[in-house]
């Protein structure tokens, strides 16, 4: 499974943006996508997943801002970041998930950096 991110940059507090993590190889057996964050100085956070079931999670500090979707004729996952503040600036991760014999595989896309101004 390969993960190409993209959608990063600029942008001010109050505004939005929308990531975009497009997968490619063995996508049929991912079970789970999600993006992670890390902000500097800090560790790499959970900020949302989405399963084959379409059945979403978000950390605490993004609902209700922050939308994780898929589409799978594009075998794409988006992440809709919208009133966006200075402390969701961060390196954004893709990440897949396959469950397999041996336990859980998994797939890490390159970051996307995301910097948001106040």
């Known amino acids: 499974v390969q993960l190409q991110a993209s959608g990063g940059g600029l942008v001010q507090a109050g505004r939005s943006l929308r990531l975009s993590c497009a997968a490619s190889?063995?996508?049929?057996?991912?079970?789970?996508m999600g993006w992670y964050r890390q902000a500097p100085g800090k560790q790499r956070e959970l900020v949302a997943t989405?399963?084959?079931?379409?059945?979403?999670n978000y950390v605490d500090s993004v609902k209700g801002r922050f939308t994780i979707s898929r589409d799978n004729a594009k075998n794409t996952v988006y992440l809709q970041m919208n009133v966006l503040k200075p402390e969701d600036t961060a390196v954004y991760y893709c990440?897949?998930?396959?469950?397999?014999?041996?336990?859980?595989?998994?797939?890490w896309g390159q970051g996307t950096l995301v910097t948001v101004s106040s």
């Open positions: 190889g063995s996508i049929f057996s991912i079970n789970v």
């Open positions: 989405i399963t084959s079931g379409d059945s979403t």
């Open positions: 990440n897949a998930i396959r469950y397999g014999d041996r336990g859980p595989v998994n797939y």
